[in-house]
T-cell receptor
């Protein structure tokens, strides 16, 4: 079974530029998550989708970040314009259920490492 | 709100040493508890989990027991290998009806020397 795919793996941009990340979850997984992981910290949830609907985006900085999951499969996360503090690893994860089961396992992609100069 | 505290790293051990990485949590009710591992250059992988008090999760020689009385979920391994070098994250998820987000510790970097 193929895992969660993400691209690109690395991205370097200058501040005020825009950037987009792509995620393809495990086939059949209804729930998709985007996390931001700053060096030395645990991941922080940015947004959670169930199919193509948003379940939780309470920690997404909506003035600069946007995400979509058209057709309930692939997803893109965009930052426009980027700031220095956006330098982090952006992780995509998926799970098979509705995202509401306490013991439900999330499967993570390799992440995209973003450096904003 | 829910929170997770894990011991700071890096933790440096010799091969075949005994490993303990402490994790304590604050949560209402009965959360599910997880250990994830992140090997260099790779994504996070679920190592083990426990969904109710006194459950023991185990995988690849690692174990952790869900202790409700001490609100802990310490990770242990009897004999570590160089290949265990990675960053280990403790996480919890609230039970149905509460916050379903995974709440993460800051991670503990483990370095195993041959």
């Amino acid at each position: 079974e193929a895992g969660v795919a993400q691209s690109p793996r690395y991205k370097i941009i200058e501040k005020r530029q825009s950037v987009a990340f792509w995620c393809n979850p495990i086939s059949g997984h209804a729930t998709l998550y985007w996390y931001q992981q700053i060096l030395g910290q645990g991941p922080k949830l940015l947004i959670q989708f169930q199919n193509n609907g948003v379940v939780d985006d309470s920690q997404l900085p909506k003035d600069r970040f946007s995400a979509e999951r058209l057709k309930g499969v692939d997803s893109t996360l965009k930052i426009q314009p980027a700031k220095l503090e956006d330098s982090a690893v952006y992780l995509c994860a998926s799970s098979s259920g509705h995202g509401t089961g306490g013991g439900e396992t999330q499967y993570f992609g390799p992440g995209t490492r973003l450096l904003v100069l | 709100g829910n929170s997770v505290t894990q011991m700071e790293g890096p933790v440096t051990l010799s091969e075949e040493a005994f490993l303990t990485i402490n994790c304590t949590y604050t949560a209402t009710g009965y959360p599910s508890l997880f250990w994830y591992v992140q090997y260099p250059g790779e994504g996070l992988q679920l190592l083990l989990k426990a969904t109710k008090a006194d459950d023991k999760g185990s995988n690849k020689g690692f174990e952790a027991t869900y202790r409700k009385e001490t609100t802990s979920f310490h990770l242990e391994k009897g004999s570590v290998q160089v290949s265990d070098s990675a960053v280990y994250f403790c996480a919890l998820r609230g039970q149905r009806g509460s916050n379903y987000q995974l709440i993460w510790g800051a991670g503990t970097k483990l370095i195993i020397k041959p």
